[in-house]
């Protein structure tokens, strides 16, 4: 946090005076399901406008690199075209003793240098990249494998093989230089990478594996900003885990500014708080993960967040579809609910 200083004419005191006095025009507040559609359409319509407009989608082109085999898992590494010229490494892990079509979940990943890889259990025997597993129970893309889901772990832009692991602007944030650039191209960086999931969705609706009927998304961090936005706008996500995402703009971005490119929409406050979005995807059904020693965000804005989004799911009639989950644990990825949760909710034929 940085250090407050009582001067009137620093930008930091004006910023802080701004929020204060800002109301965001779409904040929830229906209390009818029949309001709660309304404002939640409204509020899916923003926020689309803010991303920017979509590009053309260019024909997937999958390519298929590689494939390792594991004991329980095929782990194969494709490149998917998701607009013109633009390229997405993905990991597609297919569990082995499975017959029929398997229901799917998109692994978003979060902040950190190797991307997908961590996500799809990825290390190499390098003990960086273990030790970044480890520190988070980061390979969720595997986990979910390992219990059966066709698991798609890509690599967003600004991270991964999608800046050759490794910072192409040293000394700057890579997020913030793509934001910027982005922006100025008429895009923002946000939103090229909802389109990419999308893009991912499309592609694993082709795989003869998938249940196109019984997909989902998870991520951590940064992953579940990732998961808020596509669970909100993609309709053939049908449940969505996130992890350590849930929080508030005063927490976020005023406070204790913790923030970056990839995760901005622009000018969003003016029309809604993070709790908002979030419980606008109601009445989907919904895990949210929070750490209690969570210092990235931290546990009360969680808790305020985790209220908004209770409210809307009690609005809509369905309370049984939130699921909330305060662990014992820092920034990572808990567990204790995520599989029964995907079971019930992709997999509620047999429960498997």
Known sequence: MAEMIDAPQLTENFIRKLYERTRPSLSFSAETPEALF????????????????FPDPAP??????????????????????????????????????????????????????YGKDSVAGVHFNDPNRKASISSANYNYGEQMALSGFVTAVPDWRSFGERIGYRNPYPGRDACNVHFIQHLILGRTLLGANVFDGTRVIDFLATRREVDPERIG???????????????????????????????????????????????????????????????????????????????????????????????????????????VEVFPGEHGFSGRKAFDFFRKFLWPDTGS
């Open 217 to 323: 998304c998870m991520g951590l961090s940064f992953g579940g900003t990732m998961t808020t936005y596509l669970s909100l706008l993609d309709d053939r996500i049908k449940a969505a885990d996130i992890i350590c995402y849930a929080t508030t703009t005063e927490h976020y971005a005023i406070s204790r500014p913790n923030f970056c490119g990839s995760q901005l929409v622009p000018f969003l406050y003016k029309y809604a708080d993070v709790p908002d979005v979030i419980a606008a995807i109601a009445p989907k059904p919904l895990l949210i993960e929070s750490g209690a020693s969570d210092t990235c965000f931290w546990i009360h804005s969680a808790l305020k967040a985790h209220e908004t989004v209770r409210r809307a799911y009690e609005v809509a009639g369905k309370p049984e579809n939130l699921w």
């Open 60 to 113: 997937l082109h999958p390519q298929l690199v590689s494939v390792e085999e594991t004991e329980k898992y095929l782990r194969e590494k494709w490149m998917i075209q998701s607009e013109e010229d633009c390229w997405v490494p993905l990991y597609l892990l297919l569990p082995k003793g499975r017959k029929g079509k398997l229901p799917a979940i998109l692994c978003a990943h979060g902040h950190g240098e």
């Open 38 to 53: 309304e404002w939640k359409e409204k509020l899916k319509g923003k926020v689309k406008e803010l991303l920017g407009e």
